[in-house]
């Protein structure tokens, strides 16, 4: 941005500030963000809403402009004791384990079957990939839609009680809310398959299956029985971790967003990404520090470290989410 066009956005920030003061609840439904207390994290999401959707402002982002993209475990939902589909993972391979009896000596797969989480943690995004693969070809979309169904319906996160579906965390299942009332459109990011999480995204997040991002199992064209089916191959086309977010957020939105949420190193880059942007953007990192209601972990963690990122973020400036100063309430129903 020119030194020129810098000195205009200032005057016209401060004509704008002249005319309103620093934050009136204009927003809509900015009184829904019950379970966030008041404080400098609240104020800035409230601020941030104001600013891009009051015509008129500097700040104005015009609603098809409105994208914002939040990865999932461990910012939507916890991801302690292991996140959500590779219980699920582990869980299809023991299923699966007599047509296999390789899998007992062979790694991802005796990590799987044995429940070693650090095993499973080391493979990393491409051993849960190798796992979805080899427990999933040769099923078509509508089987394994059926069959992810079938297991979100009755599997619960163990060290809550309480089924993966009412694990969403309560002050984001709010926010998502509040922003989609502001005509935000929102993506979730994940780092597994997206598959796997479009079955049930909309009725958890009111996230639609055509919003998910990840990564995506090839499919194959077969007649099977007269019928025109699509088949799962045994290969991916991967998002990785880090830098491979940004481009997958823009191969499927072909715009930057202007608000992002993270909770791990794996999402510095799409917070980066987002905070390059021009004009106004929150980037927000959700910090886990309360281990009586959820659980508390940042730079030592098995699954969705936070080390760099929270460096990062308190360098630059980022909204931090700390889950202890900020929220009053974590789940819905019997959650506290």
């Given at each position: 941005?020119?030194?020129?066009?810098?000195?205009?956005?200032?005057?016209?920030?401060?004509?704008?500030?002249?005319?309103?003061?620093?934050?009136?609840?204009?927003?809509?439904?900015?009184?829904?963000?019950?379970?966030?207390?008041?404080?400098?994290?609240?104020?800035?999401?409230?601020?941030?809403?104001?600013?891009?959707?009051?015509?008129?402002?500097?700040?104005?982002?015009?609603?098809?402009?409105?994208?914002?993209?939040?990865?999932?475990?461990?910012?939507?939902?916890?991801?302690?004791?292991?996140?959500?589909?590779?219980?699920?993972?582990?869980?299809?391979?023991?299923?699966?384990?007599?047509?296999?009896?390789?899998?007992?000596?062979?790694?991802?797969?005796?990590?799987?079957?044995?429940?070693?989480?650090?095993?499973?943690?080391?493979?990393?995004?491409?051993?849960?990939?190798?796992?979805?693969?080899?427990?999933?070809?040769?099923m078509t979309p509508e089987g394994f839609e059926a069959t992810v169904n079938?297991?979100?319906?009755?599997?619960?996160?163990?060290?809550?009680?309480?089924?993966?579906?009412?694990?969403?965390?309560?002050?984001?299942?709010?926010?998502?809310?509040?922003?989609?009332?502001?005509?935000?459109?929102?993506?979730?990011?994940?780092?597994?398959?997206?598959?796997?999480?479009?079955?049930?995204?909309?009725?958890?997040?009111?996230?639609?299956?055509?919003?998910?991002?990840?990564?995506?199992?090839?499919?194959?064209?077969?007649?099977?029985?007269?019928?025109?089916?699509?088949?799962?191959?045994?290969?991916?086309?991967?998002?990785?971790?880090?830098?491979?977010?940004?481009?997958?957020?823009?191969?499927?939105?072909?715009?930057?967003?202007?608000?992002?949420?993270?909770?791990?190193?794996?999402?510095?880059?799409?917070?980066?990404?987002?905070?390059?942007?021009?004009?106004?953007?929150?980037?927000?990192?959700?910090?886990?520090?309360?281990?009586?209601?959820?659980?508390?972990?940042?730079?030592?963690?098995?699954?969705?470290?936070?080390?760099?990122?929270?460096?990062?973020?308190?360098?630059?400036?980022?909204?931090?989410?700390?889950?202890?100063?900020?929220?009053?309430?974590?789940?819905t129903k019997t959650g506290r």
């Amino acid at each position: 941005m020119t030194i020129r066009k810098a000195g205009r956005r200032v005057i016209q920030a401060a004509a704008f500030f002249m005319t309103f003061p620093l934050f009136s609840p204009g927003a809509r439904g900015a009184d829904t963000l019950h379970s966030w207390n008041s404080g400098p994290t609240k104020l800035a999401v409230l601020q941030f809403v104001r600013d891009v959707t009051t015509e008129g402002g500097p700040f104005y982002v015009p609603q098809d402009d409105r994208i914002a993209v939040f990865s999932h475990d461990g910012t939507l939902c916890p991801e302690i004791p292991a996140p959500v589909e590779l219980a699920f993972l582990m869980d299809r391979i023991k299923t699966l384990s007599s047509r296999h009896p390789n899998w007992k000596s062979k790694e991802p797969f005796r990590s799987a079957l044995s429940k070693n989480l650090n095993g499973l943690a080391s493979a990393g995004t491409r051993g849960i990939l190798e796992l979805t693969a080899a427990a999933h070809s040769g099923m078509t979309p509508e089987g394994f839609e059926a069959t992810v169904n079938g297991w979100i319906a009755k599997a619960r996160n163990p060290r809550l009680n309480r089924p993966y579906t009412e694990c969403g965390l309560l002050p984001m299942l709010e926010l998502l809310e509040f922003l989609r009332a502001n005509g935000f459109r929102i993506y979730i990011v994940v780092r597994g398959d997206a598959a796997f999480l479009r079955p049930w995204a909309e009725r958890v997040y009111g996230v639609p299956p055509g919003q998910i991002i990840g990564s995506s199992v090839r499919t194959k064209y077969e007649v099977r029985k007269g019928v025109p089916v699509l088949v799962r191959r045994p290969d991916f086309d991967m998002l990785e971790d880090g830098p491979g977010r940004p481009s997958a957020i823009y191969r499927v939105t072909g715009r930057r967003p202007i608000a992002a949420f993270g909770s791990a190193d794996g999402d510095l880059e799409m917070l980066r990404w987002t905070a390059a942007g021009e004009g106004r953007h929150l980037v927000l990192l959700v910090h886990h520090t309360n281990g009586g209601n959820e659980f508390a972990y940042d730079r030592k963690a098995m699954f969705g470290r936070l080390d760099n990122a929270l460096d990062v973020a308190r360098k630059s400036g980022w909204t931090t989410a700390d889950m202890t100063k900020d929220w009053n309430r974590f789940f819905t129903k019997t959650g506290r």
